[in-house]
């Protein structure tokens, strides 16, 4: 997959990378993107000589559209309401993650905002179940404003300075097992929360 990521990114540049992240935060079909994987592989990206693309640029459109997406997110949520809870499951849209992410929001509070970024299915829904449950805006927003920063320039940047330290003939060595251990960084809260509820639920 990084191969694939590395050379879209490089081709597509921007626009790309900017389009996945608002989806995934925005977007009901984002919990089929690789948002953190994406966003490490563009600031690695970033890094290579030859490379027309800016970390500064990159890292501050990812925030942006990350907050933009969460937004619309919420907005969604917000107007549609518990009506999302009857929708039927589809290809783009499983009713279970949108219930792990009202159970998540439930018990973490506002903070889901936040530590949902770095959880995927549940970051593309978590601003979704703000909405439904009426949270104040501006409390979302700045809790949002936080997240989208923290997940789009930090993985960004992360992604930027090891890609300053590893050799570049190293490069393929060490990327595979790096954006491997990202992506089960990733899914492990996800996986844990299921595995959790599930027990919870027995009882």
Known sequence: MHFDLRT???TFGYPLVWSIVFAESGLLVGFLLPGDSLLFVAGFVCSLPNIALDIRVMAFGCFVFAVLGDSVGYYTGK?????LFDKEDSKFFKKKHLMAAESFF???GKTAIILARFMPFVRTFAPIV???AAMRYKTFMSYNVVGGFVWGVGLT???????????EDKIDQYLIPIVLGIMFISLAPSIFH???A???GKH
Do not use: M, N
């Open 130 to 132: 703000a909405g439904i």
């Open 198 to 200: 599930k027990q919870e």
């Open 194 to 196: 299921i595995i959790k």
């Open 8 to 10: 879209l990114i490089q």
């Open 79 to 83: 107007r549609f309401g518990r009506k």
């Open 106 to 108: 439930d018990k973490q």
């Open 157 to 167: 940047c992360l992604g930027y300075f090891l890609g300053e330290i590893i050799p």
